[in-house]
């Protein structure tokens, strides 16, 4: 089936330090997603993308985030500067569009020392 | 926000049983009802889905029932074997463009022989 590509599986960084998570979204999808997970636990929306825009966001996508997709290349999430709650794994989904199957990445689980 | 309830957190179950999981949401509008199998260390993986125009569907071992009404859906997992041990997530989205899926809080069932 359709696959999304995570780089890299896992990232180790020291808080304070800039982190960015990339993502090689289905071809031709159209709607980028981002969701953080804890543990085997709830998956938490942060923010998805639309035609170069931001179209949601939630309370989790803090100040220290962002996301662009330059060009049709990777659609990444930076967080400068991380801090120790954002270690988590972050899935990367893709959509044909909003009532379309969510196609989700492996997963990059980021540990902030 | 939106939420979407899910009971339970943590299902036990015989092989060859049955097992339900329930999901509730706020949205009214809310028009799409994925839900998402995750095994450890995986990404979730759609396994089923339902739409507001239905009330049931069946596939492969695996039944949804939507209660628009009471703003209830459901699994039902027939005939349970142990490779159905997983965690399992319900959503839930609107169907407007840019929308994005809201998880429930996930059910970790576990299959004993």
């Known amino acids: 089936g359709p696959k999304v590509l995570q780089i890299p599986s896992h990232q180790i960084i020291d808080m304070g330090q800039m982190v960015t998570l990339n993502c090689d979204p289905v071809?031709?999808?159209?709607?980028f997603y981002w969701y953080k997970q804890i543990l085997g636990q709830q998956m938490e929306f942060l923010v998805n993308?639309?035609?170069?825009?931001?179209?949601?966001k939630s309370k989790l996508f803090k100040d220290q985030f962002s996301v662009e997709r330059p060009d049709g290349s990777y659609f990444t999430l930076k967080i400068q500067p991380t801090a120790l709650e954002d270690s988590a794994v972050y899935f990367c989904?893709?959509?044909?569009?909003?009532?379309?199957?969510?196609?989700f990445g492996a997963g990059t689980r980021l540990s902030v020392l | 926000g939106e939420q979407v309830e899910q009971l339970p957190s943590i299902l036990r179950v015989q092989e060859g049983s049955s097992a339900s999981i329930n999901c509730t949401y706020e949205?009214?509008?809310?028009?799409?009802f994925p839900w998402y199998k995750q095994e450890p260390g995986e990404n979730p993986k759609l396994i089923i889905d339902?739409?507001?125009?239905?009330e049931r569907k069946q596939t492969q071992g695996l039944i949804v029932l939507l209660d628009k009404k009471a703003k209830r859906f459901s699994l039902h997992i027939t005939d349970t074997q142990p490779g159905d041990s997983a965690m399992y997530f319900c959503?839930?989205?609107?169907?407007?463009?840019?929308?994005?899926?809201?998880f429930g809080t996930g059910t970790k069932l576990q299959v004993v022989p």
């Open positions: 071809s031709n999808h159209l709607y």
């Open positions: 993308f639309y035609n170069g825009k931001v179209m949601e």
């Open positions: 959503a839930a989205s609107e169907g407007n463009s840019g929308t994005y899926q809201r």
């Open positions: 339902i739409r507001s125009n239905m």
């Open positions: 989904a893709s959509s044909f569009n909003s009532q379309n199957t969510l196609y």
């Open positions: 949205n009214s509008a809310s028009n799409y």
